[in-house]
């Protein structure tokens, strides 16, 4: 089976679906900045304060080559995996890409009492958050295969769409 990945702005639900997308199928879920973490002994903040975002999202280009040739994964990727060119073809070629698309208010909502999203440090309020994420619309776009909303929804109703778009999809 194809793997399934997650892409969408900070907030979005990219870990909460994958994780339950991964109850109702019983697949396995790769967190991109989870795994980034692990093999790099210290969290995101802390890359991005020492090493640069640069170097970060190298570290998730190389992530996503190892896991391409793996099947039947859901992928939850970070928010700006999918900024980067290579990183788009890459997705194409390693599964079905699905965007959750969320509206400025709702990810403030859910991330305002977190200090963990580095390029939201001093960004928290909606104009901020919607300039952050028009930068990053036409990306995201260009990259998914599905699009789904979830603001208002429950895991569970976004895995229903993503399982009946992915039937439609392939």
């Known amino acids: 089976m194809r793997n399934l990945l997650f892409i969408g702005f900070m907030g979005a639900g990219k870990t909460t679906v994958s994780n339950a997308m991964s109850r109702i199928t019983k697949r396995l879920v790769i967190d991109t900045d989870h795994e980034i973490e692990k093999r790099e002994g210290r969290k995101i903040k802390e890359i991005f ?3 640069g975002e640069a170097y970060f999202r190298k570290a998730e280009t190389e992530l996503l080559r190892k896991l391409s040739d793996r099947k039947d994964l859901l992928i ?7 900024l980067k060119e290579e990183n788009r073809k890459l997705m194409k070629e390693c599964g ?8 400025p208010e709702t990810v403030l909502g859910r991330i305002k009492d977190t200090s963990t999203r580095p390029l939201l440090k001093d960004r928290k309020d909606a104009a901020s958050v919607k300039e952050l994420m028009d930068l990053r619309a036409g990306a995201y776009t260009e990259a998914a295969d599905i699009v789904i909303t979830t603001d208002g929804k429950t895991p569970e ?4 769409e993503i399982l009946e778009a992915e039937k439609a999809y392939v």
């Open 157 to 160: 109703e976004i895995c229903r």
């Open 76 to 82: 939850s990727c970070g928010g700006g995996m999918a």
């Open 49 to 51: 304060e020492t090493e």
């Open 96 to 103: 079905t890409v699905v965007l959750l698309t969320v509206k």
